[in-house]
T-cell receptor, first 114, second 114 residues
């Protein structure tokens, strides 16, 4: 059981470049999330997918798009990267719809935008 | 909307000393409460959670937390700190409403000195 996996682990982009962060979980979880972590700000929700086929904006969605490719995979895309998007990005998943449980986190992607 | 306050950004304790990390939340009803730990360069790992029932919750690595409704607090404690406990600790509050919305505090960084 790998849990939640994220690729890549590190990435450096130039302003205006695009990229996609990949996330996959093997726990048969329904809900998946993308957060960004910045010093002094904790984790902030970018987008979430409550179940396969649905996605919704979180607290800080501007500049990002997401795709819930299937139940396992949830990707985050930066269409035109900006220095303000320099951050650590975490993907998380949680279990059955309507049943509360903790979120399981991936190891993170450290993104620098120059 | 719910919120979480972790008033101590940085705490230093001696190895073997006791530890208490503070967490206050704001929410109209009883929330779901979590403590996560993040080691440097790693993702978040759940330490413990409170959903209902006994207000004193035991977690992994010898940690416990107590839910006090009257004080809107969920403080994390450990009787004797080990050097390996040095990490960042996040309190989080979850509420239901279409999806499992979790709001994180800004974190408390724990330093352990010999």
């Amino acid at each position: 059981n790998a849990g939640v996996t994220q690729t890549p682990k590190f990435q450096v982009l130039k302003t205006g470049q695009s990229m996609t962060l990949q996330c996959a979980q093997d726990m048969n979880h329904n809900s998946m999330y993308w957060y960004r972590q910045d010093p002094g700000m904790g984790l902030r929700l970018i987008y979430y997918s409550a179940s396969e086929g649905t996605t919704d904006k979180g607290e800080v969605p501007n500049g990002y798009n997401v795709s819930r490719l299937n139940k396992r995979e949830f990707s985050l895309r930066l269409e035109s990267a900006a220095p303000s998007q320099t951050s650590v990005y975490f993907c998380a998943s949680t279990g059955l719809a309507g049943e509360w449980n903790e979120q399981f986190f991936g190891p993170g992607t450290r993104l620098t935008v120059l | 909307a719910q919120s979480v306050t972790q008033p101590d950004i940085h705490i230093t304790v001696s190895e073997g000393a006791s530890l208490e990390l503070r967490c206050n939340y704001s929410y109209g009803a009883t929330p779901y409460l979590f403590w996560y730990v993040q080691s440097p360069g790693q993702g978040l790992q759940l330490l413990l959670k409170y959903f209902s029932g006994d207000t004193l919750v035991q977690g992994i690595k010898g940690f416990e937390a107590e839910f006090k409704r009257s004080q809107s607090s969920f403080n994390l404690r450990k009787p004797s700190v080990h050097w390996s406990d040095a990490a960042e600790y996040f309190c989080a509050v979850g509420v239901s409403g279409g999806y499992q919305k979790v709001t994180f505090g800004i974190g408390t960084k724990l330093q352990v000195i010999p």
